[in-house]
């Protein structure tokens, strides 16, 4: 059965700090690996898809990088900024389509 | 296209109620998947389908849950007899993957309170 891990599940930084957000999963025979963004009460935002073959994936102040051999994948966020307060949650696609979710990273940056 | 629509977004019923909850996926989606997210937690996979085909099911998917997909487009998640152990947030996906390649987007979640 897939787990997937996140460490930390909290984090308060100041503004304009870089930080890395952790993601760990058991079974390394995956599909894909999506980093989505939740804001307290609302959907999910999908922020980055890294696909099996795919090393990392970057979009803006967002870098996402995946080593499936050890399972594990890091989130980089660059010069955070207030707007940048959530939760961040780590997931895993294996057989079935379905995602493996892990219970997230939530996120203060303080101004 | 606005992306995916999931409604009501609040639901408070009685314990014992029965309750329906849609979802509008992306038009040109034919994956449409159903969560459910407590406080605190990640969400956890309930259902899935391709087209009007429900493939997979999980164990969180007791007797009392059924979900619908008629002619592939929109979903109906209903809970017959609600428990205030229902009591989360319903979220709603879609994707276009082949095979497993394609993003998820969700919905905004419909958040059943079972008082």
């Known amino acids: 059965k897939q787990e997937v891990t996140q460490i930390p599940a909290a984090l308060s930084v100041p503004e304009g700090e870089n930080l890395v957000l952790n993601c760990s999963f058991t079974?390394?025979?995956?599909?894909?690996l999506q980093w989505f963004r939740q804001d307290p009460g609302k959907g999910l935002t999908s922020l980055l898809l890294?696909?099996?073959?795919?090393r990392e994936q970057t979009s803006g102040r967002l870098n996402a990088s995946l080593d499936k051999s050890s399972g594990r994948s890091t989130l980089y966020i660059a010069a955070s900024q207030p707007g940048d307060s959530a939760t961040y949650l780590c997931a895993v696609s294996t057989s079935g389509s379905r995602l493996t979710f892990g219970e997230g990273t939530q996120l203060t940056v303080n101004p | 296209d606005t992306g995916v629509s999931q409604n009501p977004r609040h639901k408070i019923t009685k314990r014992g109620q029965n309750v329906t909850f849609r979802c509008d996926p992306i038009?040109?989606?034919?994956?449409l998947y159903w969560y459910r997210q407590t406080l605190g937690q990640g969400p956890e996979f309930l259902t899935y389908?391709?087209?009007?085909?429900?493939?997979?099911k999980s164990r969180l998917l007791s007797d009392r849950f059924s979900a619908e997909r008629p002619k592939g487009s929109f979903s109906t998640l209903e809970i017959q007899r609600t428990e205030q152990g229902d009591s989360a947030m319903y979220l709603c996906?879609?994707?276009?993957?082949?095979?497993?390649?394609?993003?998820?987007?969700f919905g905004q979640g419909t958040r059943l309170t079972v008082v």
């Open positions: 389908f391709q087209n009007e085909a429900q493939l997979e």
């Open positions: 079974d390394s025979a995956i599909y894909n």
């Open positions: 996906a879609s994707s276009s993957g082949v095979g497993d390649s394609g993003s998820a987007f």
């Open positions: 038009s040109e989606h034919n994956r």
């Open positions: 890294i696909q099996s073959s795919q």
